[in-house]
Nanobody, 126 residues
Framework: QLQLVESGGGLVQPGGSLRLSCAAS????????IGWFRQAPGKEREGVSA???????VYADSVKGRFTISRDNAKNTVYLQMNSLKPEDTAVYYC????????????????????WGQGTQVAVSS
């Protein structure tokens, strides 16, 4: 079964950058579409970005132009580069996987994904 581990979170000032990693084990990541989600205190989990098996991407409107998702199948890892961070980006960030969807499939709906990591905290504050 796919196991996902997020890393790279931390405390950053507004305008700063972080790169989150989602490392997979137990299965080849190349067969999975991967999504990044986040949950802020008192709020529902929301989709941030996703990448298909073929490399197609989708972003939430709130992060377009600031975040970039990418995948390195050789390293079994998906990244989320986050630039121009804002206080409202503060949340626990999770990655999730869906096994063997159509090649260009990607989604920002959390119930479309079956394998989840434990999350990494991102705090944006001065």
């Amino acid at each position: 079964q796919l196991q996902l581990v997020e890393s790279g979170g931390g405390l950053v000032q507004p305008g700063g950058s972080l790169r989150l990693s989602c490392a997979a084990s137990g299965f080849t990541l190349a067969y999975y579409a991967i999504g990044w989600f986040r949950q802020a205190p008192g709020k529902e989990r929301e989709g941030v970005s996703a990448i298909s098996i073929s490399g197609s991407t989708v972003y939430a409107d709130s992060v377009k132009g600031r975040f970039t998702i990418s995948r390195d199948n050789a390293k079994n890892t998906v990244y989320l580069q986050m630039n121009s961070l804002k206080p409202e980006d503060t949340a626990v960030y999770y990655c999730a996987g869906r096994f063997s969807p159509p090649a260009s499939w990607r989604s920002l709906v959390d119930t479309d994904f079956g394998s989840w990591g434990q999350g990494t905290q991102v705090a944006v504050s001065s």
